[in-house]
């Protein structure tokens, strides 16, 4: 709230400091003072500090142009840089040199951003395509603005030819910073998380279906790329209603798993969910393998139950069994082994699906570059 203040306060000294020098040298003062302080506002509110720095001089160039246009950042960045673009035509009376000097400003930002990581702020073209679209909306609600009053727009004059070879100079400046400094990053998608697509919410849903029943309700699903490229570390998340999460691989379906012990509704009295045809608490091995080999007979009967692996623990919230099944599905090839979680209440906890180990790295989940 302060830093807010401190802009606010910046940016009408600026308003005040350049509307007195351009009187009795501009029909139009205020105006140019209002561009002015509206660029300033916008400097500082890219290029505060933040308490965390990012670590790395680097920029993030994301595959998807359009995708910031899908989310409320992105609409916020469009609407910074629309006074910009308005109060520039309107003082300039050209559209050319505010969406030049607009473009300039926005690449300029991006440029800081990455090359002063200690700021904590983070270098992304699309918050770049987000200003411009801004910019050259508010030229173009500018430029209409003249046209219906009774100003109009001005001849393109001689001296403002020096204006474009400045700009110039400013984006071989930028482009020779970010080409030697910066390293460039190229991603299929900068946000990352983004609602599921139709595809993976009919995988998972299937999947969650089989585990948990027809009778399952699920809410928002999710499709999260931490590294911003298709396929690597790529899980789909679904929330359940009321309480519970499941997650899966993705593009390769080899592993899934389902955790109904946890939410906001949920009472340590009644977690999870019961099994038809438990009774009883579960306090040793056999009970916790009978318990679990009746949620396994209806729910997954392609599982080895011959041959289970038991595991106890506790929890924090009492005495939770693991028992392991060898596993095959057509469906998911390389699933090898379902583990069923069940508490001494004789209720199911979660269930997982694993595959073994990939032999590539890639295929694994590794640092994002």
């Avoid at 009795?24 to 500082?44: E, I, K, M, Q, V």
């Avoid at 790329?225 to 570390?233: A, F, K, T, Y």
């Avoid at 949620?295 to 005495?319: F, Q």
């Amino acid at each position: 709230m302060l830093y807010l203040l401190l802009v606010a306060l910046v940016s009408a000294a600026v308003l005040g400091i350049v509307a007195t020098a351009l009187r009795g040298r501009s029909d139009r003062p205020w105006t140019y003072a209002a561009w002015a302080a509206t660029t300033t506002a916008t400097l500082f509110l890219t290029l505060w500090l933040r308490p965390v720095g990012t670590g790395a001089v680097k920029c993030i160039v994301s595959k998807d142009v359009l995708e910031s246009f899908g989310t409320t950042q992105g609409w916020m960045n469009v609407a910074l840089f629309v006074p910009i673009g308005f109060l520039g035509v309107r003082a300039a009376r050209r559209p050319l040199p505010p969406v030049l000097l607009s473009v300039l400003l926005a690449g300029g930002i991006e440029t800081v951003q990455a090359c002063l990581p200690v700021i904590g702020r983070y270098c992304d073209t699309s918050d770049f395509v987000t200003n411009v679209t801004g910019a050259v909306a508010g030229v173009g609600v500018g430029v209409l603005s003249l046209r219906l009053g009774a100003s109009g727009l001005s001849p393109w004059p001689t001296r403002h030819r020096g204006l474009l070879a400045a700009t110039g100079a400013g984006f071989v400046a930028v482009a020779c910073v970010v080409s030697t400094v910066v390293d460039v990053r190229v991603v299929d998608h900068a946000e990352p998380s983004r609602q599921a697509s139709a595809e993976q919410q009919a995988v998972i849903g299937q999947a969650i279906r089989k585990a948990l029943g027809d009778d399952v309700t699920i809410g928002s699903v999710s499709d999260n790329r931490p590294c911003g490229v298709d396929g690597v570390n790529e899980v789909v998340w679904a929330e359940l209603e009321p309480n519970g999460v499941a997650s899966m691989r993705w593009p390769d379906p080899d592993g899934f798993q389902v955790d109904v012990s946890m939410g906001p509704r949920t009472e340590a009295a009644a977690l999870g969910k019961p099994i038809p045809g438990s009774a009883g608490p579960v306090r040793d091995e056999a009970a916790a393998e009978r318990t679990a080999g009746r949620y396994v007979a209806a729910h997954y009967p392609t599982a080895d139950t011959k041959r289970p692996a038991v595991d106890r623990a506790d929890d924090g919230t009492g005495e939770t069994w693991t028992v392991t099944y060898p596993y095959r599905d057509d469906r998911m090839t390389a699933v090898t082994s379902l583990e069923v979680k069940v508490n001494s209440a004789s209720r199911l906890l979660g269930v997982r699906l694993t595959a073994p180990a990939p032999d590539s790295p890639a295929k694994n989940f590794a640092p994002c570059a």
